[in-house]
């Protein structure tokens, strides 16, 4: 028995996963009066709907706020599009919405919703058949009414932001009979004048006040146009097919002329900027071709053949001044050498000698002669010749004694 006993989480769990599964529970429109509704500090919306039989709980959370176009009241009859599913900590089931309208719109809601799937399974919402819109349009173009609050805002924005934008307005009947095939021609009208961009759109109101917007005949006008279209229908929370066709879609026709015209004042900011820094950057680029030129013309200066010829002669004074001072060096050396030499063949020299007193003896034995250095070369009786500073004395030896001098 123990088997079969299950855990509270265990249950809810398992009930939970019934409620998914079950496909009509995940996509149901639920119809009921709004009682208990408690806008939540996190953004949560928490009521309840009730009819004459008895209340569910339903929650809207914050970032499903987008399907709510109106602040809920007590008391207002609505269709609520969402899923039923357990909140497993308190264990009660209640319907997590995802769009609520008002009652009196639900038969336009659900044509819209068909509309929008089949066309979306066309491909027509696609993201790769978006056109960019143009950075810098020239002329735009805006089908909607001409006595509207649409056309005023665009025509304020747009002098405001550039005055050099020309808009052209195809007027066209945004509201009641005729009105889908006004809005076509418009577009086609100025997809023939060849503008820039094209806005398409007109001020805030119900959905039936909007539903030409919601035409296929208007969906695909737009989406086979082949100038970028914006769509600029009702208020910020008011979603048309032709939104999801559009190249853009902007909140309000205020926020369309804004994407449309570029703002001429802070582009004139910006090309004031761009042209201070071109001038910064132009002024930066002489400087350093100032300096390169001041540069090369030194390093020309001291490559010119005139240059090199200078420096060469300046060179050749040097070498010959360096090879002068050489050549006087040797010169006082070898005058130095040379008045040495002299000087010590001068103490050689047998003239000096002989001037100084001194005498030369020359004995010639058998037709030789020879110099008499000692007493024992000669005899008593040979004849000698004396040789003194004025000549020579012939004499003859008559006496020889040794002595020996200190």
């Not at 005729?178 to 001020?203: F, H, Y």
């Amino acid at each position: 028995m123990a088997n079969n006993v299950y855990t509270v989480r265990q249950v809810n769990t398992y009930i939970k996963n019934m409620f998914t599964q079950d496909f009509m529970l995940n996509r149901i429109y639920v119809k009921g009066e709004v009682s208990n509704c408690k806008y939540h500090t996190s953004g949560h919306i928490y009521f309840s709907l009730k009819d004459e039989s008895g209340t569910i709980a339903c929650v809207m959370f914050a970032g499903q706020r987008g399907g709510l176009s109106f602040r809920m009241k007590e008391g207002q009859q609505v269709i609520v599009f969402g899923a039923v599913s357990v909140y497993e900590r308190s264990g009660a089931y209640q319907l997590y919405a995802r769009e609520i309208r008002l009652d009196g719109e639900g038969a336009l809601y659900e044509r819209f919703q068909m509309l929008k799937r089949e066309l979306e399974e066309m491909g027509m919402f696609a993201a790769e058949y978006k056109q960019p819109i143009p950075k810098f349009a020239r002329t735009v173009g805006v089908v909607t009414a001409s006595t509207g609050a649409a056309i005023r805002d665009i025509m304020n924005i747009s002098a405001r932001r550039n005055p050099y934008v020309q808009l052209i307005l195809c007027p066209a009947q945004v509201q009641g009979e005729g009105a889908k095939e006004s809005i076509v021609r418009g577009i086609r009208m100025l997809e023939a004048k060849q503008v820039d961009v094209i806005i398409v759109g007109r001020g805030g109101g119900s959905m039936e006040d909007l539903w030409a917007f919601n035409e296929e005949e208007v969906a695909r006008a737009i989406f086979e146009c082949r100038i970028p279209v914006i769509s600029a229908v009702g208020h910020e929370t008011d979603t048309t097919i032709a939104d999801y066709a559009a190249d853009l879609r902007a909140p309000t026709p205020s926020a369309a002329a804004e994407l449309a015209v570029w703002d001429y004042a802070q582009y004139a900011v910006q090309l004031r900027g761009n042209r201070q820094k071109l001038a910064r950057l132009m002024k930066q680029r002489l400087e350093w071709y100032r300096m390169r030129e001041k540069e090369l013309r030194v390093r020309l200066s001291y490559l010119h053949p005139e240059v090199k010829l200078r420096d060469r002669r300046n060179q050749a004074v040097e070498i010959e001044e360096k090879l002068r001072r050489l050549m006087e060096q040797r010169l006082y050396s070898e005058k130095h050498r040379l008045a040495v030499l002299i000087a010590r063949l001068k103490g050689l020299s047998p003239l000096e000698k002989l001037s100084q007193g001194y005498a030369f003896l020359e004995q010639e034995t058998e037709g030789r002669k020879r110099a008499v250095r000692s007493v024992k070369q000669v005899q008593k009786g040979d004849r000698l010749s004396v040789y003194v500073a004025d000549g020579r004395i012939q004499a003859e030896v008559v006496g020889i004694r040794e002595e020996e001098y200190e």
